[in-house]
């Protein structure tokens, strides 16, 4: 259940991604695209910093680690800022961030605070949603 949900949480930033590729559907008012997607990725990055909180509150052996609580804030502040940025610099800071927290979250699983399954779907998650911010900002 976790790869499908997962998996579907990369249509918009494809549908999107394409769409501002494309230029559709026609009729959108102009920059209508950008906001949905540039917003929808800093959301996620949202959700992934939730996930870095999550484990620094339950951590094996009781202790937490401050990196977990840092990377539970930083992503979504980091989301929030690069809403600020033109066009296609914003695309390219959310792509990129999205990208670096891949490694980051997969490393809860070598920890033993997510199970393995959880490391190759972050993974294959930030390369899908990196990819299509990337391609969004060099449209």
Do not use: C, E, H, K
């Amino acid at each position: 259940m976790p790869f499908g949900l997962g998996l579907a949480g990369l249509i918009p930033f494809w549908a999107l991604a394409v769409a501002r590729v494309t230029g559709w559907p026609p009729g959108l008012p102009p920059g209508t695209i950008d906001v949905l997607l540039a917003t929808y990725a800093a959301t996620i990055l949202s959700f992934l910093g939730g996930i870095r909180w999550g484990a620094a509150l339950r951590p094996p052996g009781g202790v937490p680690v401050a990196t977990d609580y840092v990377f539970g804030v930083l992503p979504q502040l980091f989301g929030w800022g690069a809403l600020f940025l033109p066009g296609p610099w914003r695309f390219a800071a959310l792509g990129l961030g999205i990208l670096v927290l891949g490694p980051i979250d997969r490393n809860l699983v070598a920890r033993g605070l997510a199970p393995a399954w959880f490391g190759r779907l972050r993974m294959i998650l930030s390369l899908g949603a990196g990819a299509a911010l990337l391609l969004a900002a060099v449209a």
